[in-house]
């Protein structure tokens, strides 16, 4: 019957409205999307190679977004993502003009599985919340990332890691493109359907309870630090790739944003709630709205303050009233 | 003969030097409900927590259907077949009710969680028990009673051989309890061995067929339910204990004017039409079960929670509180129920949470007059008898007693004249309780009057001029202090006079928790 389809349609708006505050971050999306397509059309913002450039620049956020969102709602945070996205760049560079992109493969993900466990076991084993580990992380692992390079970029010179991690396309479509797509994917049916992603829920949701329940929430805290760091590794990996080399100043200041993609798509800063589709839209909503902004011709100084406001108030109007 | 489900031996548990638990005997069968009966204290919750893993025994053997236990952790004990529901405790608010339910032994198809499927077969569990809950809410938006079926499913869910339900009855309407009790009957056919936890005497009577009554962390009767008829089992259950606070002298009250008078309050949800009258020098204890709307009621008095309906009066001037402050400024003061979370600032220093109430009297143009808040803190110190390295020590290294009197302290820095007393006792030890009745008494010698709320009878008879019995929103009755005291028993010792009062009190609370289930059948 048409007629009972139509309703249900109907019936799916509704919800959709009638929960418009949880869905502020797509309704959000869209509108900013409209906006900056009417406005900046005549500077080429609907142009393929700008949308995709959007893509480019945001893959990395929303690598660590996405891992960001398990930690967020584990109810712990990682301070240190953008940091180690530097070291891991250098650490990848290195290792490849000694010995070959394969190894430098696996020591870019060491560096991230390393940084991980030590945060995870400073938080769950000698308890300091996982705030001030990962707040004193980010002097050292920078600290790491000048030393060994002695502040200097690193040259990638093997066109073949470039391709892979970062630089190359298939066509127009950036290899990026798929990285976010496996990875949000990944996310998701780990998040959404399996027994670890249940358990990070409930352990952010109530960490008594999950423990009552027979729950390791030390473990999961653990697991999520790891996952995070390792995360934030490989996008240090696909900056290195992109700009074929590794240098300490990549991804610095990145944990802001991934913090806020994260809160944007609907993530509680206090555990137990969280989204990986919502990240994603979170994420490209900053990237969005940082792309609009430079399109706009506004200076740096007004860029910032622009994202500052617009993310205040998506926050703002996704906040449950009492 | 059935068989034995659990047998626990020689039990003890101690916490630091506290002894919880004294080589207790505990034994349930295949197919009974076995009720576990005692006052606060009594060691109930501890037992429970030690068989499902909780709590590491200090001595003795737990055998789950004749199989040793040898690993205490919530995991071992649940493959041993032991399920628990754990009073809310167990619940994720910001999950779903069918992701609740299923935590941990999540319902898959092809290797992923399909949360539909556990909707569906949550929605049977429930349409078994024959109640309405949604298996696609999030348990943080469900009220107390569906909440708790939420908690009962889950422990049910799990096939256990060894339900344990800990005051399952607290927040369930009556025609839910019942559903709950057929369906505990049909365990009960299955082999089931139902361990049953409750203050509701009548509830008790109904349901199980066996009980184990523990007092002060000691076992004192297991027999069947036919022997023991309700007075009996509170007598065991009351018991003749020597709590040191029958030495605590009761002089009769001077009554002053009228302090805090409530005419016909009622809150959102409780207490429901609440007239009463405390005069100065008065101290009016408030006796019943959880949820009989006591600290509800403490909560309207103390303008934490809104008057629905009704006035409230103090010093015979009508009042409406907007927030706390409020009722700060009009002089009543409460010390709430959770002195960890609601009473003190546990990193913050015995000064500074004495000063905490008052600061505004201890400053001048915004800055704390160090010389005023030093004093104010020392005249407190020595009045209550802190016990605490220094006024600059954290409140955190205090014992639960001395930081009962830090609270205390923090109010009577203010001076008011109405104080709210809730649960002032609870977790702290029995010398810091007299010392807090006695203080009770001598505050109500000053002038001041005290709604005090406690779930130790013999407290109340210590230190309250009158008694108001609740249930379910509801004041039932209404006992000067005497009236409690039996004619017969006037010539025996305190102790025997406090006991023989105990009993009286703990009768007439169960025969209101009856009352006002009738109430609330006839309105459903």
């Known amino acids: 019957m048409p007629n009972s389809d139509t309703t249900h349609a109907a019936g799916l708006v509704g919800a959709f409205l009638q929960n418009w505050r949880q869905n502020i971050i797509y309704i959000g999306f869209i ?40 930690v967020l709602s584990a109810g712990e945070i ?16 290195m290792v490849i003009s000694v010995a070959g992109p394969f190894a430098g493969i696996l020591a870019g993900l060491a560096t991230g599985i390393a940084i991980g466990t030590f945060n995870g076991w400073l938080t769950t084993k000698i308890g300091i919340p996982s705030f001030l580990t990962t707040l004193a992380m980010m002097g050292i692992a920078k600290g790491i990332a000048m030393w060994v390079s002695g502040t200097s970029a690193v040259p990638i010179l093997s066109q073949s890691y470039a391709w892979w991690f ?94 806020a993609a994260a809160v944007l798509g609907g993530t509680s800063l206090f555990g137990g709630k969280g989204t990986v589709i919502g990240t994603i839209v979170g994420a490209l909503m900053i990237g969005l709205i940082n792309n609009g902004l430079i399109l706009m011709g506004l200076e740096f100084s007004q860029q910032l303050i622009a994202r500052g406001g617009i993310i205040i108030l998506a926050v703002a109007l996704s906040q449950k009233r009492a | 003969m059935s068989t034995v489900a659990v047998r626990m031996a020689g039990i003890s548990k101690n916490f630091g030097g506290v002894k919880a638990l004294k080589n207790v005997n505990f034994e349930v069968l295949a197919g009974e409900v076995h009720a576990l009966l005692g006052g606060n204290g009594a060691g109930k919750s501890t037992i429970l927590k030690v068989l499902n893993g909780v709590h590491v025994p200090s001595a003795g053997t737990i055998e789950v259907l004749g199989v040793p236990l040898t690993i205490h952790t919530p995991e071992a004990s649940r493959a041993a077949g032991i399920a628990m529901n754990y009073q809310e405790m167990s619940l994720i608010p910001t999950l779903t009710v069918a992701q609740n339910v299923f935590l941990t032994r999540e319902t898959k198809s092809g290797g ?21 809950v949604d298996p696609r809410a999030i348990v943080g938006d469900l009220g107390a009673g569906q909440k708790q079926l939420t908690e009962i499913v889950k422990a049910i869910s799990q096939n256990a051989r060894i339900l344990v339900l800990d005051e399952p009855s607290t927040a369930l309407a009556i025609s839910d309890v019942d559903r709950l009790f057929t369906f505990l009957r049909k365990l009960k056919k299955q082999g089931v061995a139902v361990i049953y936890v409750s203050h509701r005497m009548d509830e008790i009577a109904r349901i199980a067929d066996r009980a184990t009554i523990l007092r002060d962390g000691k076992h004192v009767i297991t027999a069947a339910i036919g022997d023991l008829p309700i007075d009996t089992m509170i007598e065991h259950i009351v018991g003749k204990r020597s709590l040191g606070l029958a030495d605590i002298e009761r002089s009769d009250a001077v009554r002053g004017d009228i302090a805090l008078e409530l005419r016909n309050v009622s809150g959102r949800n409780k207490p429901d039409n609440i007239s009463l009258t ?57 010390v709430p129920e959770a002195r960890a979370t609601q009473g003190i600032i546990a990193a913050h220093s015995v000064s500074d949470n004495l000063t905490l109430a008052a600061l505004d009297g201890l400053s001048k143009a915004g800055f704390v007059i160090a010389a005023k808040a030093h004093a104010a803190t020392n005249a407190q110190i020595e009045r209550l008898s802190i016990k605490t390295a220094s006024c600059d020590h954290s409140v955190s290294t205090l014992s639960g007693g001395n930081q009962q009197k830090v609270v205390i302290g923090k109010w009577l820095a203010v001076d008011p004249d109405v104080l709210v007393l809730d649960e002032p006792t609870a977790g702290i030890d ?34 309250c001029d009158r008694i108001v019995v609740m249930a379910d929103g509801r004041v039932y009755e209404d006992f000067s202090r005497a009236a409690l005291d039996d004619p017969a028993e006037a010539n025996t010792d305190i102790t025997h006079r406090l006991q023989a009062a105990e009993q009286r009190l703990q009768i007439s609370i169960q025969e209101a928790l009856a009352a006002g289930q009738e109430i609330s059948h006839a309105q459903q």
Request: aromatic share 6%; glycine share 12%; hydrophobic share 50%.
């Open chain 1, 166 to 259: 970062g630089g190359g396309s298939i066509g127009p479509i950036p290899v990026l493109l798929f990285w976010i797509l496996i990875f949000s994917a990944v996310g998701h049916v780990v998040l959404r359907r399996t027994g670890f992603g249940r358990r990070v829920l409930a352990t952010g949701g109530g960490e008594q309870a999950a423990g009552y329940s027979g729950i390791n929430t030390a473990k999961i805290k653990f697991r999520v630090l790891v996952i995070s760091s390792t995360a934030a590794a490989l996008a240090g990996m696909f900056y290195a790739g992109r700009l074929q080399s590794g240098r300490f100043q990549l991804g610095e200041g990145d944990e802001l944003s991934v913090i």
């Open chain 2, 278 to 334: 405390i005069y100065k020098g008065e101290v009016v204890g408030l006796a019943g079960l959880l949820g009989s709307g006591r600290t509800s009621l403490a909560k309207l008095v103390a303008g934490i929670e809104p008057v629905v309906s009704g006035e409230i009066r103090i010093n015979d001037r009508p009042v409406s509180f907007r927030r706390p402050g409020d009722a700060i400024t009009a002089g009543v003061a409460l």
């Open chain 2, 430 to 463: 029995i010398g810091s309780k007299s010392e807090i009745i006695r203080l009770v008494r001598e505050l109500a010698a000053n002038g001041k009057a005290i709604l005090m709320i406690s779930s130790e009878l013999s407290e109340l008879l210590t230190a």
């Open chain 1, 78 to 93: 990682d301070l240190s993502v953008g940091v180690v996205a530097g070291l891991s760049s250098v650490t990848v560079a």
């Open chain 2, 112 to 132: 992923l969680i399909d949360d539909k499927k556990a909707e569906r077969k949550a929605a049977k569990l429930f349409a078994m028990l024959g109640v309405d």
């Open chain 1, 31 to 70: 509108a900013i999307f409209v906006v900056f397509a009417l406005t900046l059309n005549d500077r080429g913002f609907l142009n393929p190679n700008n949308l995709l450039n959007i893509v480019r620049q945001t893959a990395m956020i929303a690598v660590m977004a996405i891992a960001m969102t398990f």
